[in-house]
C-alpha cells in the first residue's frame, strides 16, 4: 500500500480512497453496491472500480468488466472458461500491480477472487473478502487458500467467523445485507398491486434463475410443473421474475410449454414478487435466502452438468444445499436435485405447502427468527470492519 495513501493515514470521512472490486455474478453485484453505499457515507470522496454489474455501476462504480463475463456454473463449465477468464484476471491483476489502490475487495466468487488477492497481498495491496467462501458446505480445503490470499474475511453468516478463526483467518460477522432491505413483515397486498395480481389470488412464484445455464437446466421443468399444477388448480397464478437479457429464452420456453397466457413474466422485481407469492418454487442459491427472508414457504430444486454434480456431491460437507436448511440444521422445505426435479415431483411439493397452513405458519416463526439474527445494517458494520482494518 502507497504509505501517503488515503487509507494508511486511517481514510478521514472525505478522503478519496481507491477501491478495486470484482463481483463476479448479479447476487455479488447486489452485495457490492449496498457495500459502496456504506462505505460512501464514510469516505465521501470514495473512487471503485473493476468488475460488476449494473447496481454497482449506479453508486458511481466505473466498471471495466461487466460481472456477466465472468458468470459461469459448474465446474466442468468453468473449466470451458477458464481460459477467457483466466486472461481478464490476467490483465486485470497487471493493471492493478501498476495503478496500486488502496484496496482490493473481492466479493464472493472465491474462484476468481483469491488467486488475484493472494497476488496482491503479497504485492502489498490489502486484499478483503466480502463473502467467506462456503467451506463449511463444500469444498472445505478452500481454508488453506483464503489464509494466503485475504488479510480479512467479512462474513455474512454468524458462525463463519469462529471457524475461520479456528484456521488462523481474521473474520467479521457484518450482517446479510438483504435481511436488511427486507421487511420484518413484507407488504404482500402492496407487492401484489404494484404487479397488478388479485389480492384475493393464490400466487406461485417460478424463480429458475438468473444465469444462462440455470435458465437452461430449470425453465422447462419449472414451467412443465406450473403447467400440472395449472391443470389441478385453475385460479393460480403463476409469476416468474428476470432480466432483458434472461427473457427472449424465458419467452420462448413459455410459448413451447403453452404457458404464455399463465405465466406472468416480469423485469427486475424478484423481490416484489417473493413479497407477493404465497409459495415460490425456486433454483438453490440465493433468492432461496430471499424467500425466507419473505418467510414464503418454497421448494428448493437444482440441476446441473452431471459431471459438475458429481465432483461437487463429492465434497459437500452438509446434507442439503439450499441455504434456509443449511442455516437452520434441518430439512425446513424440500430440496430436489438433479432428476429428483422432475415436474410431477416438482408440482405435488409445491401444492403441498398450499394445503398445510400450520406448516407455512411454523416455517415462517422459524425465518422470523433466522431474519432477526441476519439483520445487522451490513454496509455500516462492513464499513466500519474496513476502516479497523486499514487503520490496524
Request: net charge positive; glycine share 6%; proline share 7%.
Amino acid at each position: 500500500m502507497n504509505p501517503a495513501s488515503p487509507a494508511s493515514l486511517g481514510a478521514p470521512p472525505g478522503a478519496g480512497l481507491r477501491v478495486a472490486m470484482v463481483a463476479a455474478e448479479r447476487s455479488g453485484d447486489q452485495l457490492a453496491a449496498l457495500l459502496l453505499q456504506g462505505m460512501r457515507q464514510r469516505w465521501s470522496g470514495l473512487q471503485a472500480s473493476g468488475i460488476g454489474g449494473p447496481l454497482m455501476q449506479a453508486q458511481g462504480f466505473a466498471a471495466r468488466h461487466s460481472c456477466d463475463e465472468l458468470t459461469v456454473r459448474g465446474l466442468v463449465e468453468g473449466l470451458w472458461a477458464y481460459r477467457r477468464i483466466s486472461a481478464i484476471r490476467r490483465r486485470y491483476a497487471a493493471d492493478l500491480l501498476r495503478e496500486r489502490p488502496d484496496l482490493y475487495l473481492g466479493v464472493d466468487a472465491s474462484d476468481f477472487n483469491l488467486p488475484l488477492e493472494r497476488q496482491l497481498n503479497r504485492a502489498g495491496i490489502p486484499a478483503i473478502q466480502l463473502v467467506c467462501p462456503s467451506i463449511w458446505a463444500w469444498r472445505p480445503g478452500r481454508v488453506h487458500a483464503i489464509r494466503r490470499s485475504v488479510r480479512h474475511v467479512l462474513c455474512l453468516f454468524p458462525f463463519e467467523p469462529e471457524l475461520l478463526a479456528r484456521h488462523g483467518i481474521a473474520g467479521t460477522f457484518v450482517g446479510h445485507p438483504v435481511a436488511d432491505l427486507i421487511a420484518l413483515e413484507p407488504d404482500q397486498a402492496g407487492a401484489r398491486q404494484r404487479l397488478g395480481l388479485d389480492p384475493e389470488a393464490t400466487v406461485v412464484a417460478l424463480l429458475p434463475g438468473s444465469r444462462v445455464a440455470e435458465i437452461a437446466a430449470l425453465a422447462m421443468p419449472f414451467l412443465h410443473a406450473a403447467r400440472l399444477m395449472a391443470q389441478q388448480r385453475p385460479q393460480l397464478r403463476f409469476v416468474l421474475p428476470t432480466h432483458e437479457g434472461l427473457r427472449p429464452t424465458l419467452e420462448q420456453a413459455l410459448r413451447t410449454t403453452g404457458m404464455e397466457a399463465r405465466v406472468q413474466l416480469v423485469l427486475g422485481q424478484a423481490h416484489t414478487v417473493q413479497a407477493a407469492c404465497d409459495v415460490a418454487l425456486v433454483a438453490s442459491g440465493t433468492a432461496t435466502l430471499e424467500c425466507a427472508l419473505h418467510k414464503r414457504p418454497m421448494v428448493i430444486a437444482y440441476r446441473m452438468q452431471w459431471l459438475s454434480w458429481w465432483v461437487a456431491n463429492q465434497q459437500r460437507r452438509t446434507p442439503w444445499i439450499g441455504l434456509p436448511n443449511i442455516l437452520c440444521q434441518q430439512s425446513l422445505v424440500p430440496e430436489l436435485l438433479q432428476q429428483q426435479a422432475q415436474p410431477e415431483a416438482l408440482a405435488r411439493a409445491t401444492l403441498a405447502w398450499l394445503d398445510d397452513p400450520a406448516a407455512v405458519a411454523r416455517l415462517r416463526q422459524r425465518f422470523t427468527d433466522m431474519h432477526l439474527q441476519l439483520r445487522q445494517d451490513m454496509p455500516a458494520r462492513a464499513s466500519h470492519a474496513i476502516a479497523q482494518i486499514l487503520q490496524a
